[in-house]
C-alpha cells in the first residue's frame, strides 16, 4: 500500500484541518452544552424505552429488598420489613360500648371467634389454642429479648396471677413473640426471666418460624417494625381475653413509660391498677 508524503492512503485519506473542523464542529462540548441548556438534545426512543424497563424492574427489586432488608443502614426512622402477609386488622365482631377502666383502653368484644394457631412453647411443646379450651386466654404480644414494655407487662401479668387467687388455674396466659430476629426456642428467654415469669404456672411464651408468627401477628392486629440496628424492634401493644369457647371477649391497650434510654416503666399505682383491671376481665369469664 501506498501512502502520500502527509501518511495519508486511499483507503484511509488525511483530513485537512478544515475538513476535519467542519466534521466535528456539532459535537464540540460547548454546542452540546447549549443544546442542553435549549432542552434540543434528542433522546432515541429505543433508549427511553429502557430507561422504563430498567426503572419497572428496579421498582420490582427494591420492593422486595425493601420487604426484608428496608432498614438495614437507615438512621433512627423505623420502617416495615416483616410484612409478609396483607396489612394486620385488629379482629372485631361488633364492638360494645361499655363503661371500662380508661386506664387499660378497654373494649367488649361480640360475635368474633379468636383465630386459631398452634405455636411452640418456651420447652419447645406445640401449643395451640384449642388447647385452652375451657379456660380463659389472656393474649399479648412482646419481644423475646424484652426490649419493649415487657417489664411492665410481666409485672402486671405477675401480679394479675396473684389477684385471680382460686381462678388462676382457671386462666392461661399467652406471650406471642414479637422479635423476628429472634424466633428460637429458649428455654429461659429474658421476656420470661427478667420480670419473673418463669415460674409462674400457666404463663407460655410462643415462637416459631417467622412465616408462621407473622400470620398470628396479622390475624391480631400486630404491627412489627425494626429500626436501623438489630435491637430496634418495635410493635403496637395490643391485649386480648379470649373465652373458654375460644370467643374474642375483649380487647386493652398495655401501655409503659420509655426513657431516653429506651428503658420502659410505669408507677407501681398503674401497674397494680392495670393488673386488677386484668385480673377482673379475665376472672368475669370463668365464673
Known amino acids: 500500500m501506498t501512502t502520500n508524503e502527509e501518511g495519508a492512503s486511499p483507503s484511509n485519506p488525511r483530513l ?3 475538513e ?23 433522546i432515541p426512543p429505543r433508549f427511553i424505552m429502557w430507561m422504563v424497563a430498567v426503572f419497572a424492574v428496579l421498582g420490582l427489586g427494591g420492593a422486595v429488598v425493601e420487604h426484608y432488608f428496608g432498614s438495614i443502614g437507615l438512621p433512627t426512622t423505623p420502617t416495615t420489613v416483616f410484612k409478609l402477609s396483607p396489612t394486620p386488622k385488629t379482629p372485631t365482631g ?11 383502653g378497654l373494649k367488649y368484644i361480640a360475635n368474633a371467634q379468636a383465630p386459631g394457631f398452634t405455636l411452640l412453647t418456651q420447652t419447645g411443646r406445640k401449643w395451640s389454642l384449642r388447647d385452652a379450651r375451657g379456660k380463659a386466654v389472656v393474649l399479648t404480644f412482646e419481644n423475646s429479648t424484652c426490649n419493649d414494655i415487657c417489664p411492665v ?10 389477684r385471680l387467687a382460686a381462678k388462676s388455674s382457671r386462666v392461661v396466659f399467652v406471650i406471642v413473640n414479637t422479635d423476628p430476629q429472634h424466633v428460637a426456642v429458649t428455654p429461659a428467654p429474658a421476656v420470661l426471666a427478667i420480670p ?18 407473622n400470620v398470628v401477628w396479622t390475624n391480631y392486629g400486630v404491627s412489627v417494625r425494626v429500626g436501623a440496628r438489630a435491637n430496634q424492634v418495635m410493635h403496637n401493644d395490643v391485649m386480648y381475653f379470649i373465652g373458654p369457647k375460644g370467643q374474642l371477649s375483649a380487647q386493652a391497650t398495655p401501655f409503659a413509660n420509655e426513657s ?14 392495670f393488673a386488677q383491671g386484668i385480673a377482673n376481665t379475665a376472672g368475669s369469664l370463668v365464673k
Open 153 to 162: 407487662l410481666g409485672a402486671e401479668i405477675k401480679e394479675a396471677q396473684r
Open 20 to 42: 476535519r473542523a467542519a466534521a466535528f464542529t456539532k459535537h464540540q462540548p460547548v454546542d452540546r452544552a447549549a443544546a442542553f441548556r435549549a432542552g434540543r438534545t434528542p
Open 260 to 273: 431516653t434510654r429506651g428503658v420502659f416503666s410505669l408507677s407501681p399505682s398503674d401497674i397494680a391498677r
Open 196 to 213: 419473673g415469669l418463669d415460674t409462674t404456672p400457666n404463663v407460655y411464651f410462643l415462637t416459631s418460624k417467622l412465616a408462621q408468627l
Open 94 to 104: 361488633g364492638q360494645i360500648s361499655a363503661s371500662l377502666p380508661a386506664l387499660m
Open 16 to 18: 485537512s484541518e478544515a
